[in-house]
């Protein structure tokens, strides 16, 4: 009865949403959010996290274990390149690319820019992240770091990424969109793979939500809807335990919309 009755009421609530461009999907296991929200509380570090980037939006924290990274690669050029020139300043090449833009924001030496979007193929328009490194002088073995934002094709690009190139990055900087999209069934079992397919090689060590966006509470479970996560690969990361306070003193609000701090589900679980 209870199938017959879901199979009546679909339709009619296709039919009402429509004009709204809308259409219902099935909503996700709270407890099956819960879990993934668990597997990415932030770990302690020993080595301290710092600021790479300006003040607001474009800056980012990383462990300072940057000695012996060879070169970053930033897909997604906005306006500002604080983030890429500091790693620049510090030795590191620096591989951008975005096929809506035609250069960085700033000049560098070391900046070698690409006209294309990252995502799950290659042509004219899109590289995957392997074939965008294969076709640079970093193509060997030696340690990399990821700062990607690039509005919600970051998905698509994890999950396409070989493992053993997602290995080479001790440090990824990843912009994640569309989180309250979590309830969502169809879309969480795509995320839910994508971070879990960087726990296998990483564990994030903060998270800092964009105060772009505003955030969704459903289920006893706070989630801002844009977050960026710092990933440190797991032969780097010595320390025990879980970091316990946020925002960190370093943090910075991307917009001038009311602050958001990290809900407390996302890092106040008991081990």
């Not at 964009?210 to 989630?223: E, F």
Request: with cysteine; net charge negative; hydrophobic share 40%.
């Amino acid at each position: 009865m209870k199938h017959d009755m879901r199979q009546f009421l679909k339709p009619l609530l296709e039919k009402s949403i429509e004009p709204a461009n809308a259409f219902p999907c099935g909503m996700t296991n709270p407890l099956a959010v819960e879990a993934v929200i668990k597997l990415l509380r932030p770990h302690a570090t020993e080595k301290g996290l710092i600021r790479l980037g300006p003040l607001g939006d474009g800056g980012y924290l990383v462990p300072d274990d940057l000695d012996g990274i060879s070169a970053c690669f930033s897909p997604g050029v906005s306006n500002i390149s604080g983030f890429e020139k500091d790693c620049a300043q510090r030795g590191m090449q620096v591989y951008l690319a975005d096929r809506s833009v035609d250069g960085p924001a700033e000049e560098h030496s070391l900046f070698s820019f690409t006209k294309r979007y990252l995502g799950a193929l290659t042509n004219d328009d899109f590289m995957t992240m392997d074939s965008w490194v294969d076709a640079t002088a970093h193509n060997d073995s030696s340690d990399l770091l990821l700062q990607i934002d690039i509005e919600g094709y970051e998905y698509e690009v994890f999950l396409s990424m070989t493992d053993a190139l997602l290995r080479r990055f001790r440090i990824i900087v990843a912009e994640f969109h569309y989180l309250d999209q979590f309830w969502n069934r169809p879309f969480f079992a795509i995320a839910e793979k994508a971070f879990r397919k960087i726990l296998q090689t990483h564990k994030c060590v903060h998270i800092h939500p964009n105060n772009c966006c505003g955030q969704i509470s459903k289920r006893g479970l706070v989630i801002p809807r844009v977050m960026e996560f710092t990933f440190y690969r797991t032969d780097r990361l010595l320390a025990d335990g879980y970091q316990t306070q946020f925002p960190h003193p370093l943090d910075s609000d991307n917009t001038n919309n009311p602050s958001i701090s990290l809900p407390s589900c996302w890092y106040q679980y008991v081990t």
